[in-house]
């Protein structure tokens, strides 16, 4: 994932398996490896997964600052698990 200003880029090479509940968050940790990972910090919900492949965008909510040491997962809310943690690039 990429950040464009206050725009947050998935690329062409994105892809994950199906689930109707998939979110996007933000989380304030430079790498996140499990579910606890997120469960035990204040996350910023991007919204419900696009589309589980190819490139898509998500709006950053005004006020959020992202630099080192931000994360992207992607998040099953049904289960409250991790599904993939995504590089972040802040050009």
Not at 7 to 14: E, I, T
Not at 34 to 59: C, E, I, R, W
Request: one cysteine or more; hydrophobic letters at 45%; glycine letters at 8%.
């Amino acid at each position: 994932m990429t950040i464009y200003g206050d725009l947050a880029h998935l690329g062409s090479d994105f892809a994950v398996g199906p689930d109707a509940k998939f979110h996007v968050y933000l989380v304030p940790r430079t790498t996140v490896g499990s579910s606890a990972d997120v469960k035990d910090t204040m996350f910023v919900d991007l919204g419900h997964l696009k589309a589980f492949k190819d490139s898509q965008n998500y709006p950053i909510p005004a006020g959020v600052t992202l630099g080192e040491g931000w994360s992207v997962v992607i998040w099953c809310e049904k289960f409250s698990v991790l599904i993939s943690p995504v590089i972040l690039k802040i050009p």
